[in-house]
């Protein structure tokens, strides 16, 4: 019985790969693959779908092409190609375990949005929502909480000590989180 079938496969684990013969531009070998499938699938399925992992850095720019180094386990700099997407059995063709992107929210946000380039999933361009603290006293916090797109939360609800308020300066008050609400379903539109 081998190993792999007491192994628990997960997304963003990288594997070496058997993947036997193909032809054309297809990638085969033994090699380095990413499980881009689901966890739900990965428990129960006998396949699993990977993506192919080269060493030779070609079209780099690529929204499909994702840089992944030696701190993931790999020998040497290496490159994902999210446009090579297989489905492998997890007791025939996966090997040993070699490490595991899963821990790294950069590379799995940028491995994430080249699945998405890679399958034509839309993706929605994340804005950076904007934050500020300010002490407010009541009357100026109401200035705040009146403007639709504002979303105000005390920084410490327990907070007992009262401070002067950063926009009238003149009564006390409490630290807010101010932030911007995300606009849902608005088009761009460009300047």
């Not at 081998?2 to 070496?16: C, E, F, L, Q």
């Amino acid at each position: 019985m081998s190993a792999n079938k007491t192994k628990k496969v997960r997304w963003g684990d990288i594997y070496y790969c058997d993947s036997g013969n193909m032809k054309g531009s297809v990638q085969c070998v033994k090699r380095p693959v990413i499980v881009v499938q689901t966890n739900k699938l990965n428990a129960t399925s006998p396949t699993v779908t990977v993506a192919i992992i080269t060493s030779v850095l070609k079209k780099v720019g690529m929204d499909t092409h994702i840089e992944i180094g030696k701190e993931f386990g790999l020998k040497e700099l290496s490159m994902i190609m999210l446009e090579q997407l297989r489905t492998v059995d997890k007791l025939e063709e996966l090997g040993e375990f070699i490490g595991t992107v899963a821990t790294d929210e950069d590379k799995v946000i940028e491995i994430q949005r080249g699945l998405k380039f890679a399958l034509g999933i839309p993706m929605k361009t994340k804005q950076k929502r904007t934050r500020m603290v300010m002490s407010l006293c009541p009357h100026c916090r109401e200035e705040f909480i009146n403007v639709p797109d504002n979303i105000i939360k005390r920084v410490y609800p327990l907070q007992a000590e009262k401070e002067p308020c950063d926009k009238c300066k003149v009564r006390y008050g409490y630290d807010y989180l101010i932030m911007k609400r995300y606009k849902h379903n608005e088009q761009r539109r460009d300047s």
